[in-house]
């Protein structure tokens, strides 16, 4: 499908648009995510439908509707930039349809009874939900900066959640999907030489939403703290994005050269070097996570906390190194400088 989308897009000049924020160079297709999503829709939808008890299987439509109303927000994106506000409907309507559906976190984390481990839990629950499924929707976009990037922390986070499932039990037919149709994609997304087509805003909202919803679904029932370690990546990346925007008065949908891969380029990393630091966090988060999964009530407090320090700890050294980096050329310190910090070597090569 991804073949087909590049063939497409490269006849139509259906290319990603240049712009002060972009590293790469040339004319890149960038509907690639129409391609992974396409595949993953049809593969989930005929396997759900298979294996669900007599009727069960039409409950996961309403989130396989939702699904498509994130790709199509983005698609619009991709080829005209929607309003803010716009763009905020259709993720908050995509969510609501996740949550309509039962999909929510029931608990907190995995040191106690299955109950709710706080007084009026349900009470947050839907609207923590909902927070949780319209930040990573966006969340992942953020990331994607640097070719196979996004698209490698997806695969590998979509890899930990099937791990985890499948220590509990359950079949991760769902995750595996997933993690086919990224495979597919990054075979033409890879930086080797360079990437040939881009997942574009529709790929990034695909990927979040469905990232997002994952540990929701039921039979998951992964806690919020075990969930959101495993996408430590771009929750931090997208924390400090919103923070840094709104510490500076600007809107939180500006562009700025301050995000993780935007440091690591100013601190002379490669596009290779920074998917290889990257995935190996990502892999170590999944990892962490999958072994607090394993171990019984509080000991698995230990490894998720050393998921937490080991997330923590490398964006808070990646922050200081880069401002000493900063300081070291002279220019402005990176989160006070919103058209962006020196940008280092280009890590997509020209065509």
Not at 122 to 149: E, H, K, M, Q
Not at 330 to 349: K, T
Request: aromatic content about 10%; some cysteine; glycine content about 10%.
């Amino acid at each position: 499908m991804v073949a087909l989308v590049l063939k497409i897009s490269r006849r139509m000049a259906w290319y990603d648009r240049i712009s002060e924020r972009k590293i790469h160079k040339g004319n890149i297709p960038r509907l690639g995510g129409l391609g992974f999503a396409a595949a993953f829709i049809a593969w989930s939808f005929a396997i759900v439908l298979g294996i669900a008890e007599p009727g069960q299987g039409f409950r996961f439509l309403l989130p396989l509707a939702a699904l498509v109303l994130a790709l199509a927000s983005g698609i619009r994106d991709d080829f005209k930039p929607l309003a803010p506000h716009y763009r905020l409907i259709f993720h908050t309507g995509a969510a609501l349809c996740a949550l309509a559906s039962g999909y929510t976190f029931d608990r907190i984390l995995f040191a106690g009874p299955a109950d709710p481990v706080i007084p009026g839990w349900d009470l947050i629950r839907y609207p923590l939900s909902l927070l949780w499924i319209v930040g990573l929707t966006n969340a992942i976009n953020f990331i994607d900066g640097v070719d196979g990037l996004a698209g490698g922390v997806s695969l590998l986070a979509a890899l930990a959640f099937g791990l985890i499932s499948a220590a509990a039990g359950i079949t991760p037919l769902l995750c595996v999907c997933l993690a086919s149709a990224i495979l597919g994609f990054m075979v033409f997304n890879a930086p080797c030489p360079r990437a040939k087509i881009f997942m574009g805003d529709g790929g990034a909202y695909f990927l979040g939403f469905m990232l997002a919803i994952l540990p929701l679904m039921e039979g998951q029932g992964l806690p919020i703290l075990h969930a959101a370690a495993v996408l430590m990546i771009p929750i931090l990346d997208t924390t400090a994005a919103v923070w840094r925007r709104l510490r500076d008065g600007r809107r939180i949908d500006s562009p700025d050269r301050s995000h993780t891969h935007h440091k690591l380029m100013n601190l002379g990393l490669s596009s290779r070097r920074i998917d290889a630091v990257l995935f190996a966090l990502q892999a170590v988060l999944g990892l962490l996570v999958y072994a607090a999964g394993r171990l019984p009530a509080y000991l698995s407090l230990i490894p998720l906390a050393l998921a937490y320090l080991a997330g923590i700890g490398f964006f808070t050294l990646i922050h200081f190194l880069n401002r000493r980096q900063a300081r070291v050329a002279g220019s402005a310190l990176p989160d006070g400088n919103p058209g962006g910090i020196p940008a280092g070597p280009d890590p997509r090569p020209s065509p």
